[in-house]
């Protein structure tokens, strides 16, 4: 309801932010009144909302959109960023760290990069130990039949 | 007649719904946008039903002194606790969602932290089911857990380090493979939801009714 609201006065529903400031007395959305004013959209999101997204703004209006979302969804997304459906996407930290670079401010997710990097070749650790259990306990399977 | 009308309402709403999301206009926008409200509105009173339901159920087990009772009792304290905060944050803010209202601290100092923590959690689970799961007992069982192994190094610094194809291998993956996996899926279901709401709006389909 609220992405279809943004099509034609969304302030007559949504007229002020989370601190109950007014949305037309801040500069950054005063001249807002439907997505024809909005160039491009960002959305950070989880969860399934880019499919809505895309269904009831993009493909409805014609949205140009990107999106930053966590590394879990961001699959969910990368048909829509093949087909051009979305113009960009911010995929989880590797994403995050990968656009700080790209902008020259290395921040959050630049320095996040090292705990994940651990995170991952810790997994890799486990599946490698557990294929030699899994290679050894067969082997001596074999042995004692 | 029992029948006739509820299948009536089913296929004249969604007769109008579809219309209306091709047909973003007068007047079957405003419509659209009306028959959305109303919709929030069913849905209040199924969570309500669904939150009597849960607390009926969890009631039982005190009462019963089942086992998992404790832990139905924690669930029912905070289910009335955060009850209570966001009803007084409704009278005295306006709304349970202002900044200063007891039910934002709930949120913020309760529900954040806990699911954090959650999150935290499913770094073990993970690390349990990578150890159990990515094991190379067949050839696509192989072909899996070596997938797994380039993607994973490919997004991160080290995978780089050590060659340069990694991260262009992991590309490949997310991009070919991956996709072609996720649109299918994403296709199927969409087919096959489209096949259920026409079975439902041509009241082919009735278990709902029953």
């Not at chain 1, 093949?82 to 290395?106: C, D, F, N, R, W």
């Not at chain 2, 050590?162 to 070919?176: G, K, L, R, T, Y």
Request: proline share 4%; glycine share 10%; net charge positive.
């Amino acid at each position: 309801m609220a992405l279809e609201q943004v099509a034609a006065e969304y302030d007559k529903e949504y007229g002020v932010d989370y601190v109950d400031l007014p949305l037309r007395e801040m500069p950054v959305t005063a001249d807002i009144h439907s997505y024809d004013d909005i160039d491009l959209l960002f959305g950070f999101e989880h969860g399934a909302v880019i499919d809505y997204w895309v269904r009831y703004t993009q493909a409805r209006f014609d949205q140009k959109m990107t999106f930053g979302t966590t590394a879990v969804m961001a699959p969910d997304a990368y048909p829509y960023l093949q087909s051009g459906q979305i113009e960009g996407l911010v995929g989880g930290l590797k994403g995050a760290a990968e656009y700080e670079t790209l902008i020259g401010q290395p921040g959050l997710g630049t320095r996040g990069m090292p705990a994940q990097q651990w995170a991952h070749l810790l997994v890799i650790g486990f599946i490698v130990l557990g294929n030699l259990g899994y290679y050894f306990t067969r082997k001596r399977g074999r042995r004692v039949a | 007649m029992k029948r006739t009308v509820p299948l009536l309402i089913t296929f004249l709403t969604g007769f109008f719904l579809i219309v209306s999301f091709f047909v973003p206009h007068e007047p079957f926008g405003q419509l659209e946008q009306r028959l959305l409200v109303w919709f929030a509105i069913v849905s209040g009173f199924a969570m309500l039903l669904g939150v009597d339901s849960l607390f009926r159920a969890h009631l039982r087990r005190i009462i019963r002194a089942r086992e998992g009772r404790w832990h139905s009792l924690a669930l029912l304290l905070s289910l009335v606790v955060t009850l209570v905060v966001g009803i007084i944050g409704f009278v005295k803010f306006g709304s349970p969602f202002h900044m200063q209202s007891p039910f934002m601290f709930v949120y913020t100092y309760g529900i954040i932290p806990l699911q954090a923590t959650m999150f935290a959690l499913l770094a073990f689970y993970i690390a349990s089911a990578s150890y159990r799961a990515f094991r190379a007992r067949n050839t696509v069982a192989t072909l899996l857990l070596v997938s797994a192994v380039i993607v994973m190094l490919g997004r991160v610094p080290i995978g780089a380090a050590i060659s340069q194809f990694f991260p262009v291998a992991q590309e490949w993956i997310m991009d070919v493979p991956q996709l072609a996996a996720k649109r299918g899926i994403q296709i199927g279901a969409a087919l096959g939801a489209v096949s259920m709401s026409l079975r439902i709006l041509l009241g082919i389909e009735r278990s709902y009714l029953s």
